[in-house]
């Protein structure tokens, strides 16, 4: 939610009550009656001011119908956008051959959502700054691109939302690398 496409921008806007991306994010969680913590990784004290922030505004069914039909607005356009519905956990991690299986994942669901080919262009660079072989890999920090797999399977069992990552990360090469429009492979995005 940090990085909306522009389409979830619009919707957000249409609400009297205006919030950031990651505020509606906090208070969809924090509206449910079944979350009591929500784990948010904050990198600045800014960030840890706005959670806070957000945290003081929020109540299990505090938000009106209003709200939630914002929020069901973009449940819907960011189920369409993503391609692999990754979410960066890393219990897969580590992968005996390096790969950064959560990182592949973010690139190529960002190269979906974003609209302008500059940011595009942008993150298939981050692709190629990946390690695309053994001998390139980081010893202390996984940063295998998608090439790197091998096909073990001992990832298959610890992904928490049961994706079939060596067939993803094919794809990924395919698109990050190769140049396959992302239509040829995922037909209904
Ligand atoms: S299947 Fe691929 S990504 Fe998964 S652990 Fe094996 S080499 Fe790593
Ligand atoms: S376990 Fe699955 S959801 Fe979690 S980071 Fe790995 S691929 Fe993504």
């Not at 990784?41 to 706005?50: A, R």
Request: hydrophobic share 35%.
């Amino acid at each position: 939610m940090a990085n909306p496409p522009a389409e979830a921008w619009e919707v957000m806007k249409r609400s009297k009550i205006k919030r950031s991306p990651v505020d509606w994010a906090l208070q969809y969680l924090w509206n449910l009656p079944e979350i009591s913590v929500v784990l948010n990784g904050m990198n600045s004290l800014q960030m840890l001011n706005e959670n806070c922030d957000s945290a003081g505004r929020s109540g299990v069914s505090s938000l009106q119908e209003e709200d939630l039909n914002i929020i069901g607005d973009l449940i819907k356009i960011y189920r369409k956008k993503i391609l692999v519905p990754c979410t960066s956990c890393k219990y897969c991690l580590p992968c005996p051959s390096g790969v950064n299986i959560p990182q592949n994942f973010a690139i190529l669901n960002n190269v979906a959502l974003e609209k302008s080919n500059v940011r595009k262009w942008l993150n298939k660079r981050d692709y190629k700054k990946m390690a695309n072989s053994p001998k390139k890999l980081n010893q202390t920090k996984s940063n295998g691109n998608a090439s790197l797999c091998i096909n073990c399977g001992i990832c298959l069992e610890k992904c928490t939302q049961e994706i079939n990552i060596p067939n993803e990360l094919k794809n990924v090469h395919l698109i990050l690398k190769k140049g396959k429009k992302i239509s040829d492979i995922y037909k209904d995005k």
